[in-house]
């Protein structure tokens, strides 16, 4: 990918140290030096997606030689949190495709651009945004400064920059909220400046600073509603059809 090569791996039963406050299981990659088949090494291991519910990627290459990423949305085996729809007889779904990038030697995720002919036209402020919002759309909020940035979705699903790292957090952790027992979960990062907030009926994907860490999270709103603070940047929310 980009001349570099990746180990992506769904690794089970880490524990100590930082996967105690993780999911049960992780999704994550490798950089390769060397012949996988031969003698090789690998760099640290650096999850995919820093939220609650992502699990087993696939991915595949385009014709036009982009690799595009696919994720479960959903968490094996968690007795921490559950899923609402369960009543109805079903859980878990899939993510909106990703493109999979190196820049300046990260690697990084961003929507497929096949994304765009989905988006009605723009809607535009800056420093602050709040409404009811409809249940599937894209917020982009860029040029944030001082790394103030603050999102609301749903009155209890917190994104917040503070202290030096990014948080998906929910007010209410009972199974019957919006978070279905969802709590915490966060990367540690020097600075945010720009936030890509996807939503749909019952899943939100965040992608901060052009897609070098992801959030994923399945949630069950009362209210389609976002709040966004962010002194200074640029707001653009899209409907997606």
Known sequence: MDGEKI???SVQGLTGGIWDSRNV???GWFAVEGDILDKYSLSGYRLWDYGFDYYAPQSFETEDGRRIQIGWMGMPDCEEYTNRTLDEGWQHCFTFPREIFVRDGQVCQRPARELQKHLAP???????YEQDACPAYQAYISGIRKNHFRAVLAEELILEYR????????TDQNR???SAGRGLRYAEMGNVENVRILTDVSSVEVFINDG???FTTRYYPGRFCLSVEAEGADIAISRID
């Open 7 to 9: 180990l992506s791996a």
């Open 25 to 27: 299981y992780q999704s």
């Open 122 to 128: 723009e809607e535009k402020t800056a420093s602050r």
């Open 163 to 170: 202290e030096g790292r990014f948080e998906m957090r929910f």
């Open 176 to 178: 019957n909220s919006v």
């Open 212 to 214: 070098q860490y992801v």
